[in-house]
Each structure stands twice: as C-alpha cells, then as structure tokens.
C-alpha cells in the first residue's frame, strides 16, 4: 500500500489564490519530494526537503515537514492556470546510498482564470 | 525535459502477449528506477539498478523483469500480460548524493511508456 496520503483529493482555485496540499506519511523517511503532473505525462520535480529540515523555499513554492507528525505541505502562492496539474508527494526511503519513492495518490489542482 | 528518454511512447498489445520497455538515463546518471502508474493502484516503485546490479526491489510481479546494460540504458520487460497490466511505465534516473540523513538523490523522470493491453 502506498505510504502517503494527500490531502484534499481535488481542489479548485481562482487565479493569484494560494493552494495549500497536505501528505502523511507513516513510517522513518531520508527526504521528501514534491513532483508535479500534467494530465498524465511526466512527473516534474519541484522540491526536495530533508529529514532534517522543516522548512523550504523556490520562488512560489514552499514545503514544510513536521517529523513529529510525518506529515509535509506543499504551498503555492499567487496560483497561475499553468500550475493546473497533479500534485504528488513522494517519501524517500533506503539505505545503502539509494532512495526509492513511494508515492502518495495525488492532489488535483484546477486554477481557473 | 529531464533529460531521461523513454521509448516507445505508446504501446497498444493483446493479452498474453510480451513487450519491452526502454529507458536511457541522463547523461551520467548510473541509477535507473522503474515506477507503474495505474488507476487503481496509483504509482508503485518496482525496480531499482545501479550500474547494472539490481539493488532494491518493489512491488514488482514475477511476470516482470528488468536488466541494465553496460551503456547503463535500461529495459523493463513485461510477459504475460493482462488487462491490468495497463497503465503508464516511468522509468527515473539519479545520481547519488548522500547526506547526513541518509541519501538525498532526487530522481528525474521520463515522459513514461503508456501501454494498453487489449
């Protein structure tokens, strides 16, 4: 079963709104990563936050992590229609030197103009 | 663009029939990632080499195989194939970036194989 869950399933937003997505996770992680989709093409990476950090930014995006919580958000600011997609967040777990992802299902994010 | 290609973009077969996915990581890059993406199931690791060793295995079915060759591209083969074996195959490269809390590599992803098995 996958690790993550995200949080709302769906959500729709206007233009130069903040869209705010939330993931769980469950078990110890090395990082956590934020990819984006559109409409079933490839996955986009936007961040990465490591186990030991709580907080990150880049440009419009920032993501916290509360280990305490195994939880993570990811918030876009001032939303633009390009940033329409799938939003994922991905828990890094291994050891060894290498990660593998276990994805969570996934936001919708509708921005209409 | 990651970087990471994948081919073919589309593949449209018959139950019970076998297929070859392949994937060329970025220049590089010597760890390659195997991920299903389904309907049902959502994305799923299946198979990660590094160098040509297979080092972590995931939810991968044992009609399933996968090998990486010297020139580090990759290919996923799929055998026996049923309806739901339908759905989009990414491949994700990487190279290695350790860190204090563990590995910190981020992977990149390709443009991913839909296939459709009729």
């Known amino acids: 079963s996958q690790q993550g869950e995200e949080d709302p399933q769906a959500l729709s937003i206007q233009e130069g709104e903040n869209a705010t997505m939330n993931c769980s996770y469950k078990t110890s992680i090395n990082n956590l990563q934020w990819y984006r989709q559109n409409s079933g093409r490839g996955l986009v990476h936007l961040i990465l936050i490591r186990s030991n950090e709580r907080e990150k930014h880049s440009g419009r995006l920032r993501v916290t992590l509360d280990t305490s919580k195994k939880s993570s958000s990811l918030l876009i600011t001032a939303s633009r229609a390009a940033d329409t997609a799938s939003y994922f967040c991905a828990t890094a777990v291994g050891s060894g030197g290498y990660n593998k992802l276990i994805f969570g299902a996934g936001t919708r994010l509708a921005v209409h103009p | 663009d990651s970087g990471v290609t994948q081919t073919p973009k589309h593949l449209i077969t018959a139950t019970g029939q076998r297929v070859t996915l392949r994937c060329s990581p970025r220049s590089g890059d010597l760890s390659v990632y195997w991920y299903q993406q389904s309907l049902d199931q959502g994305l799923q690791f299946l198979i990660q080499y590094y160098n040509g060793e297979e080092r972590a295995k995931g939810n991968i079915l044992e009609r399933f195989s996968a090998q990486q060759f010297p020139d580090l591209h990759s290919e996923l083969n799929l055998s026996s194939l049923e309806l739901g074996d339908s759905a989009l195959y990414f491949c994700?490269?990487?190279?290695?970036?350790?860190?204090?809390?563990?590995?910190?590599?981020?992977?990149?992803f390709g443009p991913g194989t839909r296939l459709l098995v009729l």
């Open positions: 994700a490269s990487s190279s290695r970036a350790s860190g204090t809390s563990g590995p910190q590599e981020t992977q990149y």
